[in-house]
């Protein structure tokens, strides 16, 4: 029987035991389980779900991308084994964004779609003015193609915020997580305000879920997305990911992993597409869907 159910997946990181054997014994935790791509599909597929568009994002743990160039070619091979099992799969991929190791022979693989800033918790004061903006990046930022990104990772909203204001104006840019991982300083937090306001009027700015980072509860996540949808609009919110394997804990020290798993994740998205949309009145499936074409255009 074949799959019905088709699904984007904006945001997932996969990387095998290789990829952590790299990085063993160097991290102050235990780390996550592999993540394999052929395994993550074939949960979807044998579940009904037809996976149709995918981005491979830079795992921040990993010191490069090669685990996404590696996705690329395990891919490859699926479709040329069962094409009818794995031939409407489309995977692109986020890269890591560091001047030295965003070459432009790497940008231009043609499944590269951009590179990501990783910056955890990252206090904003810990971000100069000229942090992301020195020769070295504004030459990096020279190398993005038109059609690519730049995907920002800070919990703080103020963080993310100094960041994007070093970003060259006509580069399109991507804020993960929804802005901010802090659901208690509410969506009058003035940093959340500020932030929002800049990306309206650079225009270029999206905003990605799933959002369980901001909050584990998809209400409270609503209310940030509907805050987004309101600044911004519904076409530049990225909603439909997983974030799977669902590393890290949430505020509580609650591991996610054990809160969410593939299905799960895609269950959260939709609720928190189904509130947003009696707040809004935009349909559902345009929450869902409408923004997923900027990964590739």
């Not at 692109?92 to 951009?114: C, D, F, N, W």
């Not at 909603?239 to 959260?268: C, E, M, R």
Request: hydrophobic fraction near 40%.
């Amino acid at each position: 029987m074949l799959p019905s159910t088709k699904r984007i997946d904006c945001h997932v990181h996969f990387y095998t035991s290789e990829d952590l054997r790299r990085v063993a014994g160097s991290l102050p935790y235990t780390l996550p389980e592999p993540h394999p791509l052929t395994a993550y599909l074939d949960r979807l597929i044998d579940a009904g779900v037809a996976p149709t568009l995918i981005n491979n994002v830079h795992l921040s743990i990993l010191p490069d991308s090669e685990n996404v160039f590696a996705s690329f070619e395990e891919l490859k091979k699926l479709q040329a084994v069962d094409p009818q099992r794995y031939g409407g799969v489309e995977l692109v991929g986020t890269i890591k964004a560091e001047p030295a190791y965003a070459t432009l022979q790497r940008l231009s693989h043609p499944q590269v779609i951009g590179a990501r800033i990783v910056l955890h918790d990252a206090r904003p004061e810990t971000v100069s003015d000229t942090r992301f903006s020195d020769g070295q990046w504004s030459a990096f930022y020279a190398r993005l193609f038109p059609h690519q990104h730049l995907h920002i990772y800070a919990k703080e909203a103020e963080t993310n915020l100094r960041v994007l204001r070093q970003i060259p104006r006509d580069v399109r840019v991507i804020i993960d997580h929804l802005g901010t991982c802090h659901c208690e300083r509410d969506i009058t937090e003035p940093a959340y305000i500020a932030l929002l306001a800049e990306a309206r009027e650079r225009g270029n700015v999206w905003f990605k879920g799933p959002g369980y980072r901001t909050s584990v509860h998809p209400e409270e996540t609503a209310r940030f997305v509907t805050q987004i949808v309101r600044a911004v609009g519904a076409g530049k919110i990225l909603l439909s990911a997983t974030d799977a394997p669902h590393v890290g804990t949430d505020n509580q020290g609650v591991p996610y992993s054990d809160l969410f798993d593939l299905s799960k994740a895609f269950n959260f998205v939709d609720a928190v597409a189904n509130h947003v949309s009696k707040e809004t009145r935009i349909p559902v499936g345009q929450l869902l869907r409408r923004a997923s074409g900027q990964l590739v255009s």
